[in-house]
């Protein structure tokens, strides 16, 4: 068999990747202890050209490899963001790994393999090309999960989220296979065709449809698939847990609009009833567990879990509507999940680097007088704390304002109200840490308290976080265009 | 809207706090005091201009500015100003140095940080009064509220963390409904967060009602109207004194000028239908809010309740829509701010001496602060609407308006004027005339020259409105008719003409006291 070569030109992004996954891997063992720096910036080197590359795909529709992969704009939206987000983090990491003394080269090879399952996941035209992606990201993932391994925590979680995530991948399996025997292909665009043509009546379809959203609601971590969510995201090292948070998070929404819309597009008005149920339980018990939570990681996880609940708005309303709605529903989701990025990778990179006596401060105890000891960290904290609940001038009021419009504008301004309702409770425990930062004095003065460890590392991924939270939410202009150019192509 | 002035007069007064604030980030302590005094006073002379360069003959907005900001949706920085929200400018931009003033020596934990927060807020207030973009208007009403919430917690009293989480949560909930109800007039309006495009629109009687139900939630608890009142006096209880006198003075004005800014020319119908049961809830407000202070100990938590009481004549006079009702609310709205603020000031200043609000602790003022207590008695005498006082012009142009309206309302309003009285007269008899409490009499020193300077000009400003206030109506005049020619009131059926109306009004006003609070005399087209 041989490959075309526009086919590989077409996926050299990918290829750079995976090329560059591969280099780390053997590199690590040569280079000496001190010199494991050279691997982050090797992982940076590769995403910076896979930008450049990336970039130049933003037009057009190419379908290579015999229809498996698609090149397209929807798809480079979704890896550039990827290629942004884990720059962040491996930046993060350079920092962060350090401090938690896990001098472990492979760990930037995994998170460009993982990096290379996200890209495929969004490039995936067909059922089993997005299973082998999702397959990449979650076992690279596994192992990052589980990196400190003498943290019994972090063991738990990596056993954990294996257990429950090769669970929910043998769903997905199962309800790809179902597809396949209704359409006779894994291809999306062939079981498009065939539910166009065949009906939608068939039971095994409905029964397809379900197993679907089960699989990609463990990936999501929307409610009632999202148990692993808290313990994982806790257990994990901190530049893990921002990498889940965000990277799997955004990978997994654009595989998952993929197959929903373009796939299944033609029992929308199934799986959109589904996903309302899913997106109320999901506002409702995110928000209202993450007000109980005394660990920040774990509130975090929470939030992050009621943030995929605003997103699914739109996904309802796109399910709901046909053409222009549907567009604009689907592009506030994109824009949604953009914003999410940057202020939850804010907020972890703050919480891995606020560090005491070498360990992290994970409780929201520890945040005390943190505006007093560390004036800078706290604002970094509270821009980050006040664009998660949604408040202008910052980006997060943006991601929620073109959520709720695509809601107004489907018809479905109540589902809006309901968002609305638990935005203001959300606000209640962001604010909480606030209040903590600024209006509390840690107890017992003798105990020594949490600081930011700071390096430039640090620094820039700070800066780009709080560039990111405010400038889109000043400016979305560019960033929503992005959006509003990349939905239309599913359909 | 061929008013534009090439000068972007309102870009330079909203932003110029903010860049004050950043300033005070970077300079030392005393320097920052300073510099937030320098850059509130040069807010308030740039802002002074306006009052000659206003064009008081038209109800169109003027010194506008508009600039595309997000292209899809269409919204604008856009910016204006009417007679409406003229007077609440020059309020905001007035207030914010005494604010800085009162602060000087009494708030000494992170001064930058505060100064700063303080010049933010000023910046989203006035821009909340000037915009013109629905969408602009919600992200500089929101922007409020985060350093408002940093203000209450971090300087404020013992109980703040509860009062400032209260008073956040509260507001948000109004507010995010209130975006809800931005966004279905956005595609229920043409498509555009334009506030005057809006305005002209024309919506059916349902989504009416709806609208008006979540405006509603975000302006009265802004207000406070009854019964969403309960976060005001935890707030200014809790809250340092230039953070009670922003809340007093400035953000409750936000929630009244939001009914007048949005519902009763967007929303018509709706305002026309739920008349009676604003107006009872105001009615409500003002007795209860006059009953209440009756029984407090505290004395800021006694000026809370008579805020509540005084924005219930706010409220009174927006409902009855007329035009006597609605230039007294406006006016009261100033009037509200410079008395009650002062009050504040006036609490503040005691505060800093006794550390006591109770009104036990601070008895017999008149030996030895004299000047304190000319003031504050001047203040509240003025709070309780004596003729020749501010207040005065505000409340009886209300009750005139109410008495077209409805007699009985106006009964009942007048009764919280009676009950004003009573506990502001029986505040002062304890507070400046009572036997001087022992504990406090050594260390009681009247006010410096500094202390002085905030209470002066709000004095001057309570006999000069007092006495003269047809400037001021004259600049809102021609707003407020546009205003009513929307609304379509059953009970006015003469609302076309409303200055036969009005006629009544100034000859009774003028017999009544030595102002001419005359909406006659206004040189309309």
């Known amino acids: ?491 | 809207m061929n008013h534009t002035t090439t000068f972007p007069w309102l870009s330079l007064i909203v932003f110029l706090p903010l860049i004050g604030a950043i300033l005070c980030l970077l300079v030392k302590v005393e320097s920052a005091r300073w510099l937030a005094l320098g850059f509130t006073v040069a807010d308030f002379l740039c802002s002074l201009p306006l009052w000659w360069l206003f064009d008081s003959s038209t109800p169109e907005m003027q010194f506008v500015e508009r600039v595309a900001w997000i292209t899809s949706p269409p919204v604008h920085y856009s910016l204006g100003l009417d007679g409406i929200s003229f007077p609440l400018l020059l309020l905001t931009t007035l207030l914010m140095p005494f604010c800085i003033l009162v602060s000087w020596t009494s708030v000494t934990a992170r001064v930058q940080t505060f100064m700063a927060v303080l010049l933010i807020m000023e910046t989203a207030m006035l821009g909340v009064f000037v915009a013109l973009d629905f969408v602009l208007f919600y992200v500089f009403w929101e922007a409020m509220l985060i350093p408002m919430y940093l203000l209450i917690g971090v300087w404020g009293g013992p109980n703040r963390l509860y009062a400032a989480i209260k008073f956040f949560l509260y507001t948000l909930a109004g507010s995010l409904l209130l975006l809800v109800a931005i966004l279905a007039l956005y595609f229920h309006g043409g498509q555009t967060f334009d506030i005057l495009a809006l305005s002209r629109g024309t919506y059916g009687a349902s989504l009416q009602m709806w609208l008006f139900l979540a405006f509603f939630a975000a302006f009265a608890v802004k207000v406070p109207m009854f019964p969403f009142h309960t976060w005001l006096p935890d707030a200014h209880v809790e809250a340092p004194t230039a953070g009670s006198v922003i809340l007093a003075s400035v953000l409750l004005k936000m929630g009244a000028y939001g009914f007048l800014r949005f519902t009763l020319p967007m929303l018509p119908d709706a305002t026309v239908t739920f008349t009676k049961p604003m107006i009872a809830l105001s009615v409500l407000a003002i007795i209860y809010g006059a009953y209440m202070a009756l029984a407090q100990t505290d004395i800021k938590k006694l000026i809370a309740y008579s805020s509540v009481s005084h924005m219930g004549f706010v409220t009174l006079g927006i409902f009855v829509l007329n035009v006597q009702g609605i230039e007294g609310a406006v006016m009261q709205m100033v009037n509200h701010g410079i008395t009650t603020g002062g009050l504040f000031l006036c609490v503040g200043i005691l505060y800093e001496r006794t550390h006591s609000r109770n009104i036990q602790d601070n008895t017999g003022l008149a030996a030895p602060m004299p000047r304190y207590a000319l003031f504050l008695m001047i203040f509240a005498l003025s709070s309780l609407g004596l003729p020749g006082t501010n207040s005065f012009v505000g409340e009886f142009l209300v009750l005139a308006g109410t008495f077209l309206w409805s007699k009985i309302a106006t009964a009942l309003a007048a009764l919280g004027v009676i009950l004003a009285a009573a506990y502001i007269l029986w505040l002062m008899q304890r507070v400046v005339f009572g036997s001087p409490s022992p504990a406090h009499r050594a260390h009681l020193l009247d006010l410096n020259a500094r202390e002085t300077a905030t209470l002066l000009p709000l004095v001057v400003l309570v006999f000069v409105i007092g006495i003269f206030p047809n400037p001021l109506l004259i600049r809102m005049h021609a707003s407020v008719t546009h205003l009513l020619e929307g609304p379509k009131t059953p009970v006015l059926a003469g609302e076309t003409r409303p200055l036969a109306r009005a006629e009544p009004v100034p000859t009774a006003a003028v017999a009544a006291s030595l102002s001419h609070p005359s909406t006659q005399q206004a040189p309309t087209r």
């Open chain 1, 1 to 491: 068999m041989t490959i075309p070569v526009q086919d590989l030109l077409a996926i050299l992004p990918e290829l750079v990747v995976i090329g560059t996954a591969c280099l780390i891997l053997v590199l690590d063992p040569i280079l000496a202890a001190s010199k494991k720096d050279l691997l982050a910036w090797l992982t940076l080197a590769a995403l910076a050209v896979c930008l450049g590359l990336t970039s130049s795909q933003m037009t057009g529709r190419i379908f290579v490899f015999s229809d498996l992969v698609v090149i397209d704009a929807y798809a480079s939206f979704w890896k550039l963001l990827l290629y942004i987000v884990t720059g962040l983090t491996v930046l993060l990491s350079l920092a962060y790994l350090k401090a938690e003394r896990l001098n472990i080269g492979e760990y930037y090879g995994f998170i460009l393999l993982s990096l290379a399952g996200m890209m495929v996941m969004v490039s995936g035209a067909d059922l089993l090309t997005i299973y082998l992606g999702t397959e990449l990201m979650s076992l690279s993932l596994y192992v990052m999960a589980g990196l400190k391994r003498t943290d019994a925590r972090s063991l738990e979680a990596s056993a954990k989220y294996f257990v429950l995530g090769a669970f929910s991948s043998g769903i997905l399996l199962y309800g790809i296979s179902l597809l396949f025997g209704l359409a006779g292909s894994t291809r999306l665009s062939v079981i498009a065709d065939a539910i166009a043509t065949q009906g939608t009546g068939h039971p095994l379809l409905s029964l397809a449809l379900v197993l679907l959203a089960v699989g990609f609601g463990f990936k999501l971590a929307v409610v009632p698939f999202h148990m692993w969510t808290p313990d994982v995201y806790q257990g994990a090292p901190t530049s893990v847990t921002a990498f889940m948070a965000v990277a799997s998070k955004a990978a997994s929404f654009g595989a998952f609009l993929r197959v929903f819309v373009e796939g299944l597009g033609g029992v929308s008005a199934d799986w959109s009833i589904l996903f309302t149920v899913i997106c109320l339980a999901t506002l409702a018990l995110g928000n209202l567990v993450a007000i109980v939570q005394t660990n920040i990681k774990r509130m975090l996880a929470y939030s992050s879990i009621a943030h995929a609940g605003y997103a699914l708005i739109g996904v309802v309303v796109a399910g709901r509507q046909g053409g222009a709605t549907a567009s604009t529903g689907l592009a506030s989701v994109l824009l949604y999940i953009a914003v999410y990025s940057f202020m939850t990778l804010g907020a972890f990179a703050l919480v891995g680097m606020l560090r005491k006596e070498g360990q992290e401060s994970e409780t929201i105890e520890e945040y005390a007088g943190l505006a007093k000891r560390e004036p800078l960290a706290a604002f970094f904290m509270l821009v980050f704390l006040v664009s998660l609940a949604g408040i202008p001038p910052t980006a997060g009021f943006i991601g929620k304002f073109y959520i709720f419009m695509a809601a107004v504008n489907g018809g479905m301004a109540w589902l809006a109200v309901v968002a609305v309702i638990f935005a203001a409770i959300s606000a209640f425990y962001y604010l909480r840490i606030v209040m903590v930062m600024y209006m509390r004095e840690p107890d017992g003065s003798t105990q020594s308290q949490s600081r930011l460890e700071t390096s430039p590392a640090l620094s820039f991924v700070l800066a780009c976080a709080l560039a990111g939270v405010v400038l889109l939410g000043l400016f979305p202009d560019s960033l929503w265009s992005l959006a509003t150019h990349a939905a239309p192509l599913l359909k």
